[in-house]
């Protein structure tokens, strides 16, 4: 994905701007007034697509013009104005907490804050819920203005700490999301179960749409480290010395690896896969995840 | 090697310099908390072994290159021989080639030889305008292949005449010729170069310091040693031959020395040709610096000459693999009678009964070749062919025969002396006085036929008996023999006469004598009936043909010659022969008359391994064998040890005498292309980190 379209609200920028509002104030207000479209299609005056009948439609929506046409059944959609609800997972374990100018936690704070942003804007009910080896904080989906103040001041104050775990999150989820939503997970997915996965591809089978934003520092990504380094991880007490030149090319094939069997996963349940680097600018990952033209497949080929 | 700076060794310590950053550097790594420690984790244990070793590799390479940068600010150099100078000025200069045996050795394919002549060439070559070069044989001293000369090439010339031979090394005639070469106006500095492999055997005295300082003190000997450090040969060094017995008729018992000089223990296998026909081949095993007897038992199959060949496998050194033996099988005895009362009646004839005895035949026993003469042939005759020559009652000899004789008997012949009416015991004793075991004391006694003399004591254990039938009486067959007159003879115990029997008065009937490595027996009465009836008694055959055996003895158990190469052997051909064929390893040569010497000498020179084999022609043009001048001529054992001798006794040597001079070589080069390699791999390794 690059990011050069959307130089204006990279890491580095973000950085020097003082708080998580003003910060998600600039994403949104810079980039994304007026272009954002409901992608819950419902039954409105205006024509969408058509869609072949299968027992259980609506038959006052049968397109009796295509029928004479076609000689088959074809139901007619039309794009929904009802309010859309989108579940924002944010990953704030420790591991989260590596990366400067900017945190992968700051960076996934201001993607979250300016997704709720945009949402609440148009009337949609964005619900935080951040989370670590389980649930941190959880802020249900509202339409109210005060909601929106409330939820950024829970990312604000929010700090990296602890191991994670997708999975207990996913499923506290997905007893909470009911009809037809949007659910956006930001995390680095280290330590990634399957069994989380398998639930993302559940909650996408139940017609949700499902985004996964893989959260990646760019030292994660390109490894540039060059002297002897003691690393220490920092979901654990585990220290290695490793001279970095010696492993680099094992490492980042190792990362890819994981990566693509992340990806592999999310493909096949049509969960939508986007891998961002914290040095990409933010409203270009927002449009992204904004578009409603836009395929997964071709996020992962830009990733 | 050596250093020009050796105190700056000391920055070898700075090769440990890499190590202790090394160790610091992982104890002051920085510590980085990082998110995808398992992957890196993962990663690690995957490479962790390789990067070690890297590590190692770029911490080995990092300290060399240190330790390298540090040897060669130390200046490295390294000692190499230098190009043989003999000054810019006026010089003279003496070449000795060595050509002995020993320079034969193929090292690398080239002949050690060849390669002489080269540097010796290469001298020639290099020296100035202004210097002189005379050319010596390190075998053949005596005449130098050329004397003091500015003309290169006839220095060349002489130098491509010289061919490798199989003499021995006279390392003291050499430089004694250098020195009269050097001593005949010389110009300038005055040097002698020694072309050769160094070999021990080559130095008379020991170490060739010592010789030089002996003989010429006062001039710059140089040795160029062109043979390599390692010596192993192995050899045949000695080859005997024996008579059998035991082993059946006309067998023989053929022993090969053979030696390992080297400084490993070795399985060598000889084998035994005898006239050009491989006939056995046998094994011994050899440890370092040891020899052995390897003994082969062959049966020939018909007596005469033969040619033996004990050979080796071949090795660098093939001259001494191979020895040759030239000997003689169960050869007839060859005696010659000589008639000093010779009758026309035959029964009247000195040698009647005598001829008789020796003529019959014996089975199993030699058979005899008898051919009679008078004194007068004694002058003339070859007695070198001959084993046994009987003087029977002859008067005297003169000095020529008497001289003949004693040579004769001084190599082993045996001579038989009987007595006799024409013996005159004045002119016997100062013809053949040397000879004889005792002298002759005035005339012959004589006594009545009733007072005649009877055999007494014997002596049983002497050879001569041990085979006859002995009784209380004495020999049987013999005791009653008759004898009438006798010789007294005049007591000697300087002479050491051995009487081997007596008569009964107790006076010697036959005395032993030896002179050399022969034996001379003196039997007091005749060998006819004028003086005794023994000539009719049963045992007077068997006597007679065992002191004629006994005295041929030295023929009887194969008799071989050897000859070393090198040497000049004297053969003595009979003066009636016309042409003379001797047939050497390198091929035939005929010589007439005027070749050989007033009494038939010829003087072989003996330059080659191999048989030496003569034949010769009467007038008529009727060739003949002459077996018994044949020889086998091998080389010198001491050729064998290609041991390197000493070059320099000690220091206080007064002659210079050492080995070609050397120069510092600086090792600076070699080192830059070493740190360059070695920067070469540190990039290496840094890169692929």
């Known amino acids: 994905m690059s990011a050069g379209s959307y130089r204006y609200f990279d890491a580095e920028t973000l950085a020097k701007l003082s708080g998580l509002r003003l910060r998600v104030q600039e994403v949104v207000d810079g980039a994304f007034s007026g272009i954002h479209r409901a992608v819950h299609r419902g039954s409105t005056v205006e024509f969408a697509e058509h869609k072949e009948y299968t027992p259980g439609d609506d038959l006052r929506r049968l397109d009796w013009k295509a029928y004479a046409k076609f000689d088959r059944f074809y139901v007619r959609e039309f794009e929904a104005e009802t309010e859309l609800r989108a579940f924002l997972l944010l990953d704030r374990s420790a591991s989260m907490g590596y990366g400067a100018p900017l945190t992968k936690l700051e960076y996934g704070s201001v993607l979250v804050g300016s997704l709720a942003s945009i949402l609440a804007r148009q009337g949609d009910r964005p619900a935080l819920m951040a989370y670590a080896k389980g649930v941190d904080r959880y802020l249900p989906p509202r339409a109210r203005s005060q909601h929106l103040g409330a939820l950024l001041g829970a990312l604000e104050v929010m700090s990296p700490a602890g191991e994670t775990c997708l999975e207990r999150a996913l499923t506290q989820l997905s007893e909470l999301v009911g009809r037809r939503s949007l659910v956006v997970v930001v995390s680095d997915l280290f330590g990634v179960e399957e069994g989380a996965l398998a639930i993302l591809r559940e909650l996408r089978a139940r017609q949700h749409r499902v985004v996964v934003v893989h959260l990646l520092h760019r030292d994660e990504i390109e490894f540039p480290f060059e002297r002897l380094t003691v690393f220490k991880a920092m979901e654990s007490q585990r220290e290695l010395l490793v001279d970095p030149p010696g492993v680099r090319r094992r490492y980042l094939k190792e990362l890819e690896s994981f990566c693509h069997r992340v990806r592999e996963a999310c493909q096949r349940g049509r969960v939508e896969y986007l891998r961002v680097s914290t040095s990409e600018a933010v409203d270009g990952v927002l449009r992204h995840l904004m578009d409603p033209q836009h395929r997964p497949s071709a996020a992962l080929e830009e990733a | ?689």
């Open chain 2, 1 to 689: 090697m050596g250093f020009s700076s050796p105190w700056m060794l000391l920055a070898l310590g700075g090769a440990v310099v890499p190590l202790v950053i090394h160790l610091i550097g992982r104890q002051r790594a920085p510590r980085v908390d990082f998110a995808a420690v398992d992957y890196l984790l993962r990663s690690h244990r995957k490479v962790a072994q390789r990067v070690r070793l890297r590590h190692l590799l770029l911490l080995a390479v990092r300290m060399l290159l240190l330790a390298t940068l540090a040897l060669m600010v130390a200046r490295p150099y390294r000692m190499a021989p230098v190009a043989l100078l003999v000054g810019d000025g006026p010089s003279s200069v003496v070449l000795i080639v060595d050509d002995t045996a020993s320079m034969r050795r193929l090292v690398g394919g080239e002949m050690l030889f060849a390669r002489a002549k080269r540097r010796a060439r290469k001298l020639v070559n290099d020296l100035s305008d202004e210097a002189e070069v005379a050319v010596v044989a390190l075998s053949a001293p005596q005449g130098p292949l050329v004397q003091l000369t500015r003309d290169r090439r006839e220095a060349l010339h002489a130098l491509a005449r010289i061919e490798a031979g199989f003499g021995h090394a006279k390392l003291t005639g050499a430089l004694s010729a250098a020195r009269r070469i050097l001593g005949r106006g010389a110009i300038g500095s005055r040097q002698v170069f020694i072309f050769s492999d160094l070999a021990a055997h080559s130095m008379d005295a020991g170490s060739m310091s010592t010789q030089a300082r002996s003989v010429v003190p006062d001039v710059r000997v140089e040795a160029i040693d062109v043979a390599p450090a390692n010596t192993a040969n192995h050899a045949v060094v000695a080859l005997s031959a024996k008579a059998a017995p035991l082993e059946g008729h006309r067998a023989m018992r053929i022993e090969a020395r053979v030696c390992n000089h080297s400084r490993e223990a070795v399985t060598l296998r000889p084998r035994l040709e005898v006239d050009d026909n491989y006939v056995a081949r046998g094994r011994i095993s050899l440890k370092a610096g040891t020899c052995g007897t390897k003994a082969f038992y062959h049966t020939f199959k018909r007596s005469g000459v033969h040619r033996a060949v004990v050979s080796i496998g071949r090795d660098s050194f093939e001259a001494d693999d191979r020895r040759y033996l030239y000997l003689e099988v169960e050869s007839p005895l060859r005696v010659l009678l000589i008639n000093g009362d010779p009758s026309p009646l035959r029964h009247r004839d000195e040698l009647f009964y005598l001829r008789a005895a020796l003529e019959t035949p014996s089975a199993r026993q030699r058979p005899m070749v008898i051919s009679v003469s008078d004194t007068a042939a004694l002058e003339g005759a070859a007695l070198a062919t001959l084993d046994v020559v009987a003087l029977c009652n002859v008067r005297g000899a003169s000095a020529k025969a008497s001289a003949a004789l004693e040579a004769f008997v001084g190599r082993g012949g045996g001579l038989f002396i009987t007595l006799g009416a024409h013996t005159d015991a004045g002119a016997f004793n100062a013809a053949l006085g040397t000879l004889l075991p005792q002298p002759l004391r005035g005339g012959a006694g004589v006594v009545g036929s009733q007072a005649a003399l009877h055999l007494g004591r014997v002596d049983e254990r002497h050879p001569i008996f041990t085979k006859l039938a002995l009784s209380a009486e004495g020999v049987v067959g013999l005791a009653k023999s008759r004898f009438f007159r006798t010789y007294r003879l005049k007591p000697a115990p300087e002479r050491r006469g051995r009487a081997l029997l007596s008569y009964d008065d107790g006076s010697p009937a036959l005395v032993e004598g030896a002179v050399g490595e022969g034996r001379v027996l003196l039997l007091t009465t005749s060998v006819d009936r004028e003086w005794t009836d023994l000539p009719i008694r049963p045992g007077y055959l068997p006597l007679m043909q065992q002191i004629v055996r006994y005295l041929g003895r030295a023929a009887a158990g194969g008799r071989h010659t050897e000859v070393l190469v090198g040497a000049r052997r004297q053969v003595v051909v009979d003066a009636s022969w016309d042409r003379v064929e001797l047939r050497t390893p390198e091929g035939e040569h005929v010589l007439d008359r005027s070749a050989l010497g007033s009494e038939g000498q010829l003087e072989v020179v003996v330059d080659t391994p191999g048989f030496y084999q003569l034949r010769a022609a009467d007038p008529q043009g009727r060739w003949q064998s002459l077996d018994s001048l044949g020889f086998g001529a091998n080389l010198d054992p001491a050729e064998s040890r290609l041991d390197k001798g000493k070059i320099e006794s000690s220091a206080s040597v007064a002659a210079k005498v050492s080995q070609r001079p050397r120069r510092r070589v600086s090792l600076a080069h070699t080192l830059a292309f070493f740190v360059l390699l070695l920067l070469g791999a540190e990039a290496l390794l840094t890169r692929h980190g």
